[in-house]
């Protein structure tokens, strides 16, 4: 027989879950940078190393940041969990190629900041319409 704690996850401990699963994540990707860093003696390539492992821990931020949002909720102090978590992934996914159109495309296109300006709006909308429906299922 197993003795596995059945218990659901209380805000504690995901957060202590997200904490031990971010921070090494982080560290490995920090530690793969200096690997690769060392590894091309170009600064083309080692700028493009360091954008690619930056966008990594833009990812392991946004995890953090919705599992934090989740933790609040299981709290009682966030009413809107969902709607947080599509905010928040929403906008670095955004912002992240922004940036990538940046790097492969420059910064003087303003087409491209119009369009990445757009998706961030939709991101929004999209958010806001999830907290309406979040809204809409509390219990009053």
């Known amino acids: 027989m197993h003795d ?22 982080a ?5 793969h ?19 690619d492992h930056g966008l990594a821990l833009a990812v392991i931020l946004a995890a953090t940041l919705s599992a934090g ?5 299981l709290e009682g102090r966030a009413r809107h969990v969902w709607a947080d978590t599509v905010a928040v992934v929403g906008a670095i996914a955004v912002l992240a190629h922004l940036a990538t159109a940046w790097r492969d495309e420059g910064v003087g296109d303003l087409g491209v900041l119009a369009v990445h ?3 961030l709006g939709a991101v929004a909308v999209a958010a806001n319409l999830v907290r309406a429906f979040e809204d809409r299922r509390a219990p009053t």
């Open 4 to 25: 596995y704690d059945t218990r659901p996850v209380d805000a504690r401990s995901l957060r202590t879950y997200a904490t031990a699963a971010a921070v090494p994540a």
């Open 33 to 51: 940078l200096a690997w690769a860093w060392h590894a091309h003696p170009a600064s083309a390539d080692r700028q493009s190393a360091a954008f």
């Open 27 to 31: 560290l490995v990707i920090v530690g």
């Open 117 to 119: 300006a757009f998706a």
């Open 69 to 73: 949002r989740v933790a609040l909720w």
